[in-house]
């Protein structure tokens, strides 16, 4: 299954380990390349997780502590 996320910038999602708001979000599927995703990039807002998303792929990745969650299957 592919799922596409779309980035809500107004959301807060914290880390379920370390409590961090420094979070990046997992993009699946083939990016369109623009200066926003570019910046997204470096700022760590955002991670290329590759074409395929799996159930088991994860969601989030905190920038902090390291923790990736929110797979399906969790």
Do not use: T
């Not at 370390?18 to 623009?34: D, K, Q, R, T």
């Amino acid at each position: 299954m592919i799922r596409f996320l779309i980035l809500n910038k107004s959301m807060e999602i914290k880390c379920s380990k370390c409590s961090s708001i420094n979070i990046a979000e997992f993009l699946y599927g083939m990016p369109v390349n623009s200066s926003e995703l570019e910046d997204d990039l470096k700022n760590k807002k955002v991670i290329i997780g590759g074409c395929v998303s799996f159930d088991d792929s994860p969601l989030w990745h905190c920038n902090n502590c390291k923790y990736e969650w929110g797979g399906k299957n969790e």
